[in-house]
């Protein structure tokens, strides 16, 4: 028996942790798995480009024969989630599925402000950045880019 707590918001008997196997992708691909969905209706569209983007250094890394690089983790705990769990991909116990105590994001470290529309070329790093809103930016410390131009060296 599990006692069923409520807060103004509701009780949480169903609420799932966000599915993240980004660490088992060196083992899907030797098992033949050759395709991953991101369950991202939920989520804004900085998620699920962060996402998609750090699941597929891990894919090329996989192929490539590169080990798993453990800073993709530091890549999804920056982004809004409630909590984590790898599901089925892995043995745990039953508590680690769900999120008991809340019904929102646990982590909200990345915030999408806009994105880039022009290169500086000889210093090799963004130069102009079309912001998704007027008070987008706040801070400089945690700001960058979802995805980099091909011909972004930096």
Known sequence: MMPIMEDE????IMNSKDLRGIEVVEKLAKIG???LKVEGRTKSLYYVARVAQSYRKAIHDAVAGRPFDYSLLSELEGLANRGYT???LERHQTQDYQNYLSGHSTAKQSQYVGHVTEIDEMAGRPS???TASPSAIRSKSSTRAATK???WNK
């Open 9 to 12: 918001h509701g009780t949480y």
């Open 33 to 35: 798995v050759d395709s």
């Open 86 to 88: 790898s599901g089925f």
């Open 128 to 130: 102009k950045l079309k």
């Open 149 to 151: 131009p091909s011909n």
